[in-house]
């Protein structure tokens, strides 16, 4: 287990799956660069065509409302 960014760890982790409305192939790529850059986000896969949103983040190092605020940069309304 990688003790940086928590990688490998499987007690504390939160995946979170919903769709989000807004996506156009380049906001989903953006979003998931984005997303990807933020402490404890481990994993993120979007499928544009139908908002398909699937996150895995370490709560401890990431809030669920950084996650969000990066869906209102890129103007995608994600409903939890």
């Not at 760890?9 to 990807?36: H, I, P, W």
Request: aromatic content about 8%; overall charge negative.
């Amino acid at each position: 287990m990688c003790k940086e960014c928590g990688c490998g760890e499987t007690n504390g982790n939160t995946r979170l799956q919903f769709n989000a409305k807004g996506y156009t192939e380049a906001s989903a790529k953006d979003v998931e660069k984005s997303l990807l850059g933020l402490p404890g986000v481990l994993y993120v896969h979007i499928h544009a065509h139908d908002g398909e949103t699937t996150i895995d983040y370490n709560p401890a190092k990431t809030k669920l409302m950084d996650i969000l605020g990066v869906f209102g940069k890129y103007e995608v309304e994600a409903s939890l």
